[in-house]
Structure formats: C-alpha cells, structure tokens
C-alpha cells in the first residue's frame, strides 16, 4: 500500500513558479509498477491529468501545460516533483499527487492533496 | 485529446434506488475506462477499472459495463454512505482524461 505526501507552500505569485514535491512512503518510487503522476483541481471544479513520470525519467506531459510544465524524480529522496512556471490565478488548484498503475491506468494511490493559491 | 462526457451532471436519489450514470467518450477506447468517487474534501476513490471491474474492497453494488465510446456505471441499491461526485477516466491514451463528474445526492 503506497502512501504518498503533497509538500509546497500555500500561496505563489503571479508569474512566478509553483513548486511541490511527492513524498513516496510505504513503497518505493524506484518500482516498475507505477508511474509517479500529477492531478489538480480546482475549488468546485472537475479533475485534470497535469503529467507523469516514470522511473526511467521518461515523462509526458498534459499538451496544455507542456510548455510550462517540468516533472522529475529522485530516487535517493524517494521523492518525485512538480514545476509549473508563469502562474495564473487560473492555476489555483488542489494539486494531488498520485500513481498511475502500468497495466492499467488506473489512479491507484493518492496523496491528500496541496492546495495552491495563485494571488499577489 | 479523448473528450469524456457524463450525464446526468447531478442526480438525487432515494436510499434503496437503483442508480445510473453515463459515460461516453469523444472516440474508441475499447475497456479502458474507469470509475472513480469523490467524496467533499477527499482525494478520488477507484472503484471500477477496465470497465467493469471491481477494485478490492468496494462494495459489489457498484458495477461497471460497457465498451468502445459508451459506458454506465451502476449502483444497484443506493446507500446513504453513496453519496458524493463520480467520476469516469479513460486510461486510452495521454493526456489521461476525466469526465466532468456526476454529482449523487441522497433525497
């Protein structure tokens, strides 16, 4: 049973970068089982895919968010994270962090969530 | 992108009824379609995968059918632990989608 932990702060700036990070508990992030995926939703709202990552590096990436969007991992830290840059208030969201089962494409395990304000 | 629709978009129901929730996707996506509950405040909850089958430990008036661009989920006998948003996800291709979600309220 994988635990996984949203860490990053509350509140980000227009135009500067959200940051947070996945902490991976009960399992290891270096499993071939899972790709290591982010979700967001808005306040009231429907949920969308952000991306994901695989142990070998590989990602991809919601096209709507490519251009500003990097996803990496790290392994020692059993840890995987999230960069968005240029922020909106339109990227106020709970962001979730969660596994992506290999074989089926399912949202297996998920964080509790970090909620992100994007305000000045 | 795979566009998923649901409907209806909210629903109230009665403890005991049997409830129906549509999915339906913008192309093909043979099985790989599932389920998923939401309650207030809470991260979503897998409950059906590959359309229709059930995740462990959910309880078995839920059920899944359906294949290629139409699918339903099924609460046989709704309970009042059933309310919540539901929402469907398609597993197809990336970018993963979701539909909108349906939210099911107890009369």
């Known amino acids: 049973h994988v635990q996984l932990q949203e860490s990053g702060p509350g509140l980000v700036k227009p135009s500067q970068t959200l940051s947070l990070t996945c902490t991976v508990s009960s399992g290891s992030i270096s499993s071939g089982s899972y790709y290591w995926t982010w979700i967001r939703q808005p306040a009231g709202k429907g949920l969308e895919w952000i991306g994901r990552i695989y142990i070998s590096g590989s990602t991809n990436y919601n096209p709507s968010l490519k251009s500003r969007l990097t996803i990496s991992v790290d392994t020692s830290k059993n840890e995987f994270s999230l960069k968005l840059s240029s922020v909106t208030a339109a990227d106020t969201a709970m962001y979730y962090c969660?596994?992506?089962?290999?074989?089926?494409?399912?949202?297996?395990?998920w964080g509790r969530g970090n909620l992100v304000t994007v305000s000045s | 992108d795979i566009q998923m629709t649901q409907s209806p978009s909210s629903l109230s129901a009665s403890v005991g009824d049997r409830v129906t929730i549509t999915c339906r996707a913008s192309q093909s996506i043979s099985s790989y379609l599932n389920w998923y509950q939401q309650k207030l405040g809470k991260a979503p909850k897998l409950l059906i995968y590959a359309a229709s089958s059930l995740q462990s430990g959910v309880p078995s008036r839920f059920s899944g059918s359906g294949s290629g661009t139409h699918f339903t989920l099924t609460i046989s006998s709704l309970q009042p632990e059933d309310f919540g948003i539901y929402y469907c996800q398609q597993s197809y291709s990336t970018p993963l989608t979701f539909g909108g979600g349906t939210k099911v309220e107890i009369k």
């Open positions: 969660a596994t992506v089962n290999t074989t089926m494409g399912t949202f297996d395990y």
